[in-house]
């Protein structure tokens, strides 16, 4: 079966504070993962992907086939960091391929 | 950014009602699509479309339809409303060989 993960609903971290949202994937082809992030009011914009192995705004993930994981890291929290985090898996069919996601996990840094 | 523009913005129906939620893109892609969002359940995809000819049902497209008029436009509608359809909606379009989709603004609908 096809599934994103994304174990919690809530992360609330202080400023400074190390990062990490959780994502697990089942997929039985070759994974393709992104992040997406949701500010206050905005629509969903891409944050990363793993094929490009880029570091935006100071978020990196890392794709463990093994663990089937790409869990979404940043060393030192920032206010501006608060958003909803979804995990998504391009995935594809006879149809072509489309993009699901797991639930999100809102991301709460205070000072 | 508006080259994924969804319209309304926002909307209050009531039960029963037939509603259609429009979106157009100029981005060129050929591939669009339409998800719902509702707190701790995420987004859900509910049609996909690969080009103007070809419609896909997704996750959760009971109660739902859409059309696919013009590479640019994909419509959603829903022929008899019901208040567990309150949501917020999504377009998205996507590139092929990138993967990665862009969303529009979302259309709150709230059915009473």
């Known amino acids: 079966a096809q599934r994103v993960t994304q174990p919690e609903k809530l992360l609330s971290v202080f400023k400074g504070a190390p990062v990490e949202l959780k994502c697990n994937y089942s997929?039985?082809?070759?994974?393709?993962l992104f992040w997406y992030v949701q500010y206050s009011r905005q629509r969903l914009q891409l944050l990363l992907r793993?094929?490009s192995r880029e570091s935006i705004k100071g978020f990196t993930a890392d794709l463990n086939k093994g663990e089937t994981s790409f869990h979404l890291k940043k060393p030192f929290a920032q206010e501006e960091d608060s958003a909803m985090y979804y995990c998504a898996l391009k995935v594809s069919n006879q149809a072509g391929t489309a993009l699901i996601f797991g639930k999100g996990t809102t991301l709460s840094v205070s000072s | 950014d508006a080259d994924v523009t969804q319209t309304p913005r926002n909307r209050i129906t009531k039960t029963g009602k037939r509603i259609m939620l429009e979106c157009s893109q100029t981005?060129?892609?050929?591939?669009m699509y339409w998800y719902r969002q509702d707190p701790g359940l995420g987004l859900r995809l509910i049609y996909y479309s690969f080009d103007v000819k070809d419609i896909n049902k997704g996750e959760i497209s009971d109660g739902y339809s859409v059309s696919r008029q013009a590479q640019a436009k994909f419509s959603l509608s829903l022929e008899s409303a019901i208040p567990n359809q309150t949501a917020l909606y999504f377009c998205a379009t996507s590139d092929l060989r990138r993967g990665e989709a862009f969303f529009g603004q979302g259309t709150r609908l709230t059915v009473v």
């Open positions: 793993h094929i």
């Open positions: 997929y039985s082809g070759s994974p393709e």
């Open positions: 981005k060129g892609h050929d591939r």
